[in-house]
Each structure stands twice: as structure tokens, then as C-alpha cells.
């Protein structure tokens, strides 16, 4: 239908999606030198930070999907850079947790990661940048179905 189209001033996700896609693939350049995408780097990162973690606690963590974390897995594994283990205190779950070279690898990727972040914030304002994660960051914590249930009810 003409003049239908989304816009990304008017429409909050497609301003959001875009800028998440521009952004992972600007830190996507500083990554693939080592063979990993920005995707794969979160999950080393947080493993690294958190290890070791059931694949349904680190979905949550990133906010990922339960499918969407596998696909990310599976290279990573086949790379030798994580591993999937019995649950230590539930030995029917899996564990995630990083091997020796996947803590090496992310040693190296951590320098690719900082000059992503520091070109960033050079080219978007370091003040500019820590209220986009500080309002990014209330954005993915904020209860927006609950914003969703108080607005169908106000609106009757």
C-alpha cells in the first residue's frame, strides 16, 4: 500500500533493528580476523565472565532464544572453543564452558572488541555512548508486555 512504508523515525523496532545490525556488523570487522563474529564473542565473553552455565541460563543472559544460542554454539564447539558438558549439579542439564583455547581465543578477540569500542565511541561521543547503553540497557530490562497489558487496559 503506498505510503505505508516504515520509517525508522516513526517506527521504535525498525530504528532499533537497524542500528543493532549496522553496529554487529561494524564490530563484526574487528572480530573476523579471529575467526568470530560479534554474536559468537558475546557468548565467549559471557561464558568467560560466568562459566560454567546451563545453555538455557546463558540464553538468558544474552537475551537470545534457546534456538538462536545453539546456532551460535555449534562453531564454536566444532572450533574446539567451548564445551558441552553434563550439568555439574543436575547431570541431566548441560553445561557450557569454555576450553583452553577458547580462553586464548578470547583473549585475542578481547583486542579486536576494544578497538571496535573505542572507534565507536570516537565516532559517536564517549558521553553519547554510555547513555545509549545506560537507555539500551533499560530498554531490554524494562517490562514492556506488562506496559502492553496496562495500555489494552487503560484504552477500555
Partial sequence: MPGTQLKPEICTCLAIRQAARHVTQFYDQFLAPLGLRATQYSVLAKLGQLQPMTINALANELMMDRTTLGRNILPLQRDGLIAVV??????????????????????????????AQTRFEKAFGCERTVELRALLHAVSTSDLAGAGDRVAIESH
Avoid at 86 to 107: I, N, Q
Fill in 86 to 115: 553434563k550439568g555439574s549439579v543436575d547431570r541431566r542439564s548441560k553445561e557450557l564452558r569454555l576450553t583452553d583455547a577458547g580462553l586464548a581465543r578470547l583473549r585475542q578477540a578481547r583486542k579486536g572488541w576494544t578497538e
